[in-house]
C-alpha cells in the first residue's frame, strides 16, 4: 500500500510558523480535501495542537512519544512506523500530513509526495526539505488565486 506526502510550502520552503500555516490561499484546502478525500492522515501532535479537531471524512492518527497523549475523535501512535502499520490496517489511502519533523522523518520511506507550492515568501521556522533526486516529477498544475500556486505530484523512482 502507498503511503504519500502532502504539504504545501512557500517559495522559500517555508511550512510553518510555529503552530501556524502562515498564509491564507483560496483554493489551497479544497485541494487539500480533494488530495486527502477519504484517506487516513498521518501527523504530528503540534500540526494537531495547531488543527485543534479531527478533519471530516478522513482518518487521523496523531504521533506522539508521550504514551498517555489521546483525543478523543483521533487515533495515537508512539511511532511514525506505528502509525503507518496502523493505516495499512485501516486500508484507506495514507497520507502523511505534517509538520516538519515529520516530513523529514517520512521522506525515507513515501512513495509519493503531493507538493504545492505558493508563489510568495513567507517568514516561518518550519521548513520543508528538500525533495530528494530519487522522486520523479509526474504531474504539475499551476492555479490562479489571491495567491497563485502550483501542484506538484511526485513518485519514487
Ligand atoms: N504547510 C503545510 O503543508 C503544513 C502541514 C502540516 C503542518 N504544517 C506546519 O508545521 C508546523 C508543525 O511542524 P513541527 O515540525 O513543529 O511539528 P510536527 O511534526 O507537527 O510534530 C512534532 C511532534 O510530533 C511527535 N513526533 C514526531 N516524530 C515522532 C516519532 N517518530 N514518534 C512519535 N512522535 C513523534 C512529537 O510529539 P511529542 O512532543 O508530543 O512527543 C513531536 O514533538 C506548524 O507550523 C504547522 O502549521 C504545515
Known sequence: MKVAIVAAQAENQVIGRGLEIPWKVKGEQALFKRITKNGTLIMGRKTYQGIGRPLPGRTT???SRN??????GCETSTSL????ARAIEINKPIFIAGGGELYRQALVVVDEI???TIHTKVDGDILFPDVPDNFNLVEEKTFTSNINYTYRHFERT
Open 61 to 63: 492518527i496523531v504521533v
Open 81 to 84: 512506523e506505528l502509525a503507518i
Open 114 to 116: 503531493h507538493l504545492t
Open 67 to 72: 504514551p498517555d497523549f489521546a483525543i478523543t
